[in-house]
């Protein structure tokens, strides 16, 4: 597996009208705009910092994943996502491994991103997303 880079920093949050004026207002940062991923219950927003983004994540259901780590753990980051050159290989490379996996094929996420995410059981508690951008 070849990781690139840092893609991003995903960060939850109640709302991301309030937890962008932080990132816009205070350090500066440029606001993307936001984009809704029905299939993960989710609203994004992306804050590009050098080659990497910060990305706020706003549930937008009380039963998606989002919510949820926000009710156990308050806000905060929630994941950190790297890049890969080719995220089914992989993924393969790492079920080879025996890593325990939320995701064993890619879904689209944010952006049309190609995303997998590794359970935070075999990452010592993080939540780390694998990334891919054509």
Not at 75 to 104: M, P, T, Y
Request: aromatic share 6%; proline share 4%; charged share 30%.
């Amino acid at each position: 597996m070849k990781i690139t880079k840092i893609d991003h920093l995903g960060i939850a949050v109640n709302s991301i009208e309030n937890g962008k004026s932080f990132w816009s207002d205070v350090l500066g940062l440029k606001f993307e705009g936001a984009e809704t991923v029905e299939t993960q219950k989710v609203t994004t927003a992306f804050f590009p910092v050098g080659e990497s983004e910060v990305e706020l994540l706003e549930s937008t259901s009380p039963d998606g994943p989002v919510a949820k780590y926000i009710e156990k753990k308050g806000e905060g980051i929630q994941h950190i996502a790297f890049r890969v050159e080719n995220i089914e290989e992989a993924l393969q490379e790492l079920k080879d491994k025996g890593i325990k996996l939320i995701d064993e094929t890619p879904r689209i996420g944010a952006g049309g991103a190609k995303i997998a995410f590794i359970h935070p059981k075999a990452t010592a508690g993080v939540l780390v997303e694998l990334c891919q951008r054509d």
